[in-house]
Structures are given as structure tokens and as C-alpha cells.
């Protein structure tokens, strides 16, 4: 399975959508399983299902990741690199129904780490995230982004932003986004409603 989802890392970006076609061939079959069935037959070694749960689930951590990052190119890097950990991460995954909060909190701690390792060339991510420059992300298929909002919520405390980005921009379950950042789904609530009394300050702040 290792080997299979190694594509990823090691062949250029523009094979990505024949892998993907060759993927969606293979694994058409089962992706009217759920997510716990897929995850307990790639545990038992089915490539095919780790195949299926590849497909379903590349756009969300893909998504995750460019948000976070603010560009294709970094999205796609760091998405890559969370399904090449997950071929091994999902045998460790206990509760295979819980897998989107598991794929979230790969992808937080894939995007940490993507920066750690680009603060040699960029001064850190503190740096990299306060430049105006690259505050607000491009324009993607979804349409353009509210650049104020997304100013704003570039502001918040770290808690408070991982948390609304999971919410709102991931689509993920106050659960899911507890299993993400490892708190309570209380922690969760706690800090979408912080966050939301900080936006208002902050938008109102912006417009005045």
C-alpha cells in the first residue's frame, strides 16, 4: 500500500489527474461502502479500498491544506503528503468511522510541519502568515474569497481560527474538529463563539 500511494511524492504533478482517473477505474466498485468499512478493509491490506478512501477524501484534505497555505501549488504538496502518511497512519486509526476528524488533524499537523520546514527560507511561518502579501489566498474553483474576511480570521488566536476554518471552511462536525485539534467538541464550541463576537470587532474595525 506504501508503495502504491509513493505516486504521490515521486512522479510530477501533471500525472496526477491519470492517477486519479486509473484510481476512480479501480475502486468504483466500492465507494458505496462507508468510511468505516473502506478503513477496516485497508487495515486488512485492500489496496483497492485504501485506493476508494483516497478518492473520496483528497479534496477535503486538499482543501484543509489550501487554506492554510494560501496557494495550489503548497495545497497540493501538502495534500500529497497526507495520503502518502496515511498509508501506514490508518493502521493505527482505532475508530475507522472517525476518519475525517483523523485526516483533519494529519493535514493541521502535515501544514506545521510543511511550514517548520520552510521557516529556513522564509523566516518562519509567523512571518510567512503576517505578510500582507500573502494573506489572502487566490481565487480558486469555489470563487473568489471575501478578502476582508479572510483578513479577519487571519487575526483571531490560533485556537479560535483553527477552530472556524474546520467549521467553516472544512465543512468538518464539531466533533471532527474536536478529534482534529484533540480537544473537547465543548473546546470547539467555546471558540467558534469567541471567534465569531472577535470578527464582528474586527470587520467593524476594518470598515470604520
Known sequence: MTKDIKFFLHTPKECHTRFVLKVMDAVSGLLILDDASLVRRAQGGDRSAFAALVERHYRLVYGCAYRRAGNRADGEDIAQ?????????????????????????????????????????????????????????????????????????RKLPDQQRDAVLLVYADGASHREAAEALGCAEATISFHVHAARKRLRVLLTEDVQ
Not at 520546514?117 to 502568515?129: P, Q
Open 81 to 153: 503528503e497526507v495520503m502518502a502518511k496515511l498509508s501506514s497512519a490508518i493502521f493505527s486509526l482505532k475508530e475507522p468511522a472517525a476518519l475525517r476528524g483523523f485526516l483533519l488533524r494529519l493535514t493541521i499537523n502535515a501544514v506545521t510541519d510543511f511550514f517548520r520546514k520552510r521557516s529556513r527560507e522564509v523566516r518562519g511561518a509567523v512571518a510567512y502568515f503576517s505578510d500582507p502579501a500573502v494573506q489572502a489566498p487566490e481565487a480558486d474553483d469555489t470563487g473568489d474569497q471575501d478578502s476582508a474576511l479572510w483578513a479577519a480570521v
